[in-house]
Each structure stands twice: as C-alpha cells, then as structure tokens.
C-alpha cells in the first residue's frame, strides 16, 4: 500500500491547513475501505507522536491530547483519502505529518499502522 500525503507548508499562528493523503496499491481483495487511517507528526528531536486516526467507515474517530478540539480526521472512501483539518495552529504544531494505514478496519487503541506514508512538513510560525 502506497501512502501519499500532501498539504503541508507554513502558516501563521491561529491559522488553518487541511493536510489529505490518497492511497493505492493494494492487496489483492482489498481497497481503502479495508483499512483504518492516521496521521501522526514528528518535531525535530522529538519522537513520533499518534495525531489521529479514524475507522473505515469514518463513524468512529479519535485525536491526541495536544490537538484536541482543534484537529479533526475525515476520509472519503470513493476517492481513496483521508484528511486531516488543523485549526488554530500553534508554533508547536511544526513537524513532519505522516499518514499511515492500519489493516484492522476497527482500529484498536493505540493505533498501530501497518504501512506509513511519506511525511509533509508543516512550519507553524508566531
């Protein structure tokens, strides 16, 4: 499974980006429908850090404490993507997104991908 991010760049403070990742090639038997998927960042000299992550139906969703409220997940299972909407972005928001699938369609907590994407680098400045 390919994994392709996009959406990233540098904004202001209080500002709004909607990261989207698109994915193919898949096994076989399955489609983007099979899957749940994430996001997760990584700042520099911080560890990887789970964003969110929605199920494949798109009715059960969960974000990570530091972006509660402002973050929220979506996918559209007719054109493959999932997409992340960021709200009033902080500084310390800046990092690397990556997008990832995880093969169980339900997801169980922590999210635990199977396949990761490329990253798209978000620059928050203040």
């Known amino acids: 499974v390919q994994l392709q991010a996009s959406g990233g760049g540098l904004v202001q403070a209080g500002g709004s980006l909607r990261l989207s990742c698109t994915a193919s090639?898949?096994?076989?038997?399955?489609?983007?429908?099979?899957?749940?998927m994430g996001w997760f960042r990584q700042a520099p000299g911080k560890e990887r850090e789970f964003v969110a992550a929605?199920?494949?139906?798109?009715?059960?969703?969960s974000t990570g404490d530091s972006v509660k409220g402002r973050f929220s997940i979506s996918r559209d299972n007719a054109k493959g993507t999932v997409f992340l909407q960021m709200n009033n972005l902080k500084p310390e928001d800046t990092a690397v997104y990556y997008c990832a699938a995880d093969r169980n369609p339900y997801y169980e907590t922590p999210f635990s991908p199977s396949y990761w994407g490329q990253g798209t680098l978000v620059t928050v400045s203040s």
């Open positions: 090639g898949f096994p076989s038997g399955f489609s983007f429908s099979s899957y749940s």
């Open positions: 929605v199920i494949w139906s798109g009715t059960r969703s």
